[in-house]
């Protein structure tokens, strides 16, 4: 693991669209490591009202060697954090830890790669297209919100997609509607062979069925609660459908919620946030796992271009 | 980079050693139970040699899975979490977590958990394997009961003794601490309890029961409804938890524990009695803080011209 403490230096703050901040940080060694879909997690303010750090995903890296490299982050004003973040200017010293978390799997040969972004929750995926157009992969984009305010950055959307979709809520923009309600005639349109996705989780979810549906691998994005950011609490785990079936004598009652090994609770931080969509109990309380309703166990996923993640995942614990 | 706080390695650096009871610490400040793993994830930043001690996640007979999400919300000053003690298990401890840390000459406090007397007997039972690696025991005795009504067992005394008396007949020869929780009209009642159970000393205090709403949705802001309080914001609790245990067993060597940021929170709980220190929380904020903290006490012990820390326990000043 390679994450750090490092000490960041504001190279530029800008509002972004409407809505939305953008901070430019200095930090080489972050800078030169990061991997798209791996995220920051900022210490806002030294006082000791609101202790925890905030974690933002990595929206864009410039590399510039060894000594200038920086990170972009995008947010949306939520609470003391984020306004804490909003303040800062040129040469404001910044308190991160990173890169934290695994970020997405690529395609291991040439592929069709369709990002689905919800909100800012698309932050990632602009570092991914950076980074899946580098490597000569097609990139095709949908971008959705609640309306035309909220879309990250169409502008670059366009640019780096060979088809770009905008969804809005309202209908301010693009189609009427949701990301999902075009997804499978863009996959179909695009001859999609992996789907990223990033957003609200109810949206993971739903672009999660379609994937499946169309037995395509896809690599989604969660946010979760976390305090600490580099896998020691325990706040901020995700259910997960167990990969592997244990046996019966495991599962006897030891404690906790009703012990059925029907899933796992893997850390969002470290073992996340990027996981397989397929493995994810999105609306799961696990009590009530069994009545979730999921993709059956083991649904074969088309042969995958990008092997499966979720094989090398570390069992949760600590 | 590496700012080393080795008694001795600069002139006139101070010692920061200190005795816990039977136990040689070469700081006061150890990491607490379920805020730094076992180690592997914070020596990223820290070397765990280093820290005082490294007081593992609580661990179990059997792994548990822990609660369901969210498990966590952020309140002023502090958190409120509801883990469920998700852990791997005491084999588990034993065969990859412990070598790892004795590999690393850690100083390991293991933290034993469960739902019955029995389960905590038999995780300390194994622990007996690995004893030659484990200098202390704390007993995470904040968990339900489930032959009490799932009453917490350290809200009473019967559940409390116990306990204690069942782990210290496993280990006879590893000091064992109780963690006391605050939430009790007596904490010196509880306390007496575990010492005359067998208790070499006591660590105190675990998190305050708490509870947040949220006023949209009108649910708890926890899936498990109530949760542990920590953070600075309980800090004066824990002041004046161990302030009040230390009045009642003067010479019971304490660990203190809760909402401590830095060295001045961790001299204000040696000077309430604590003979080591835990910081938890702000492990999440800084995770080199106990590094930090012994920084700080090394400045504070310069500038009062201590030589030896152990002055300082319980040197709190009363006019009564
Ligand atoms: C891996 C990851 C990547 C993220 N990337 C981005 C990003 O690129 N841009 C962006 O605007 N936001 C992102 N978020 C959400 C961001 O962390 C929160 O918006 C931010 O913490 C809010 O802090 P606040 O003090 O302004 O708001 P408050 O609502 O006051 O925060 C209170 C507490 O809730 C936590 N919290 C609030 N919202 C979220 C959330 N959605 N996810 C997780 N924790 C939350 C905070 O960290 C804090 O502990 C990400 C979250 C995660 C987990
Ligand atoms: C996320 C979290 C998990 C914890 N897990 C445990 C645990 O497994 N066993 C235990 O004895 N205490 C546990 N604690 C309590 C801490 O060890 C500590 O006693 C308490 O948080 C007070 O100290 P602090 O304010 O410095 O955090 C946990 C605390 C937190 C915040
Ligand atoms: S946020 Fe602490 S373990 Fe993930």
């Not at chain 1, 995926?125 to 899946?132: M, N, P, Q, T, Y």
């Not at chain 1, 796992?264 to 309703?293: K, Q, W």
């Not at chain 2, 009062?304 to 009564?320: F, I, P, W």
Request: with cysteine; hydrophobic share 40%.
């Amino acid at each position: 693991m390679a994450m750090m403490m490092a000490t960041g230096e504001v190279l530029g703050h800008k509002k972004y669209g409407e809505h939305y901040h953008s901070l430019t940080i200095v930090a080489p060694d972050i800078g030169e490591r990061v991997k798209p879909g791996q995220f920051v997690n900022i210490r806002c303010g030294e006082d000791r009202s609101n202790i925890l750090r905030r974690p933002f995903s990595v929206y864009r890296v410039h590399k510039r060697g060894g000594w200038a490299s920086t990170i972009e982050i995008v947010f949306d004003l939520q609470g003391p954090g984020t306004r804490y973040l909003s303040q800062l200017r040129g040469h404001s010293i910044v308190d991160l830890i990173g890169p934290l978390g695994r970020g997405f799997a690529l395609p291991k040969r040439r592929a069709h790669c369709l990002l689905v972004g919800g909100g800012i929750g698309a932050a990632p995926l602009f570092f991914l297209a950076d980074e899946l157009r580098n490597e000569g992969h097609r990139v095709d984009v949908i971008l959705g919100a609640r309306n035309s305010g909220l879309l990250l950055n169409q502008i670059d959307a366009r640019r780096l997609a060979s088809v770009c979709r905008i969804t809005t809520e309202d209908g301010s923009a693009g189609d009427n509607g949701r990301v999902t309600d075009i997804l499978d005639e863009t996959i179909e349109k695009c001859q999609t062979e992996v789907i990223y996705t990033c957003g609200p989780h109810p949206m993971l979810d739903a672009v999660t069925k379609v994937a499946v549906s169309h037995r395509i691998p896809v690599q989604v994005a969660v946010e979760e609660l976390m305090a600490c950011g580099y896998g020691v609490c325990m706040t901020c785990v995700m259910p997960l459908r167990k990969p592997v079936k244990t046996t019966k004598e495991s599962s006897k009652k030891d404690g906790g919620a009703g012990e059925e090994d029907a899933f796992v609770y893997a850390r969002s931080c470290t073992e996340g946030p990027v996981f397989n969509g397929a493995h994810v109990i999105f609306n799961g309380t696990p009590d009530l796992v069994s009545d979730v309703e999921l993709a059956p166990a083991g649904t074969p996923i088309r042969q995958s271009p990008i092997g499966d993640l979720d094989d090398e995942l570390a069992p949760p614990g600590n | 980079m590496t700012n080393s706080h080795h008694p001795g390695t600069d002139v006139g650096e101070p010692d920061l050693s200190v005795q816990l009871g039977s136990i040689s610490l070469s700081n006061p400040i150890l990491v607490a139970s379920g805020t730094f793993g076992a180690g592997r994830e914070g020596s990223n930043f820290i070397d765990v040699s280093k820290l005082g001690g490294i007081i593992v996640k609580s661990m179990t007979l059997n792994p548990w899975k822990g609660k369901p999400t969210p498990r966590m919300t952020e309140t002023p000053s502090g958190m409120l979490n509801a883990i469920g003690i998700q852990n791997k298990g005491v084999d588990h401890f034993l065969a990859e977590d412990l070598p790892w840390l004795m590999k690393r000459e850690a100083t390991v406090f293991a933290s034993i958990a469960g739902n019955t007397v029995e389960e905590f007997v038999r995780v300390a039972d194994k622990l007996r394997t690995g004893a030659r690696g484990i200098a202390g025991v704390e007993v995470n005795i904040s968990c339900p009961n489930l032959e009490d009504r799932n009453n917490m067992f350290s809200h009473s005394t019967t559940s409390t003794a116990a306990v204690v008396e069942g782990v210290k007949k496993a280990l006879p020869r590893v000091p064992v601490f109780p963690k006391l929780s605050p939430n009790v009209t007596s904490l010196p009642e509880i306390a007496s309890a575990a010492l005359e159970a067998g208790a070499d000393g006591l660590s105190l205090i675990n998190t305050v029961f708490g509870m947040a709403i949220d006023i949209e949705t009108r649910r708890p802001k926890l899936a498990g409804t109530m949760g542990g309080l920590s953070g600075p914001a309980i800090r004066p609790i824990a002041v004046r938890a161990v302030h009040e245990v230390h009045r009642a067993f003067p010479h019971v060597p304490l660990i203190g524990q809760g909402g401590v940021a830095d060295a001045t929170d961790a001299l204000e709980l040696m000077l309430a009695g604590a003979s080591a220190v835990a910081v938890g929380t702000m492990n999440f904020v800084n995770p080199r803080s106990a590094r930090d903290i012994c920084a700080g006490i090394s400045t504070y012990m310069k500038t009062h011209r201590l030589t030896d820390l152990s002055e300082l326990v319980g040197a709190l000043k009363l006019e009564d």
